[in-house]
């Protein structure tokens, strides 16, 4: 009878020690690693044309998503003018997180030399083209935005909205 008496009290201890040193072992396992996110580089290209009625309108022809940093690049405060395009990512509460602003991708700025040889410049107003962006991709992005500007201090009309 003595043998059992020291032997429960043993065979408990052991058993405990036992379920301690695995649950350590699970919330070891269960903490999520640190794991790095490399940086990737999102390709847009839209189709921009003019509708019959003379609106503008855009649409994703493709979308490329690959792995890659852009080098740094230098951007000044330019006013906008009507016709210019932004590019917006947007977080999935469209919080704005990445801007690119371009000039009217419908008007083309073309030079030409006349039979004298001296050089002249004439802007062409297109009824529709292709616009490649490349930017870089932000891991919170959800969306992709196109907007146009029509008027000087006027907000910005949404062209498209696509999801990454």
Not at 100 to 107: A, D, T
């Amino acid at each position: 009878m003595k043998k059992i008496t020291l032997l429960a009290p043993l065979l408990g201890l052991i058993v405990s020690l036992v379920f301690a040193s695995c649950a350590t072992y699970q919330k070891k396992t269960a903490q999520k690693e640190n794991v790095i996110v490399k940086p990737k580089l999102l390709f847009l290209t839209y189709s921009i044309f003019k509708t019959s009625e003379g609106n503008i309108q855009a649409k994703l022809i493709d979308k490329i998503i690959v792995e890659g940093k852009m080098k740094e690049s230098i951007v000044g405060n330019k006013m906008f003018e009507p016709g210019d395009i932004q590019c917006i990512q947007v977080n999935k509460n469209s919080m704005e997180i990445n801007t690119i602003n371009m000039s009217n991708p419908l008007v083309k700025t073309v030079e030409y030399s006349d039979e004298t040889g001296r050089l002249f410049k004439k802007q062409i107003e297109l009824d529709s083209t292709q616009l490649s962006i490349r930017m870089q991709l932000h891991s919170q992005s959800k969306f992709v935005v196109l907007k146009r500007h029509n008027t000087v201090g006027n907000s910005p009309i949404t062209l498209t909205k696509n999801e990454l």
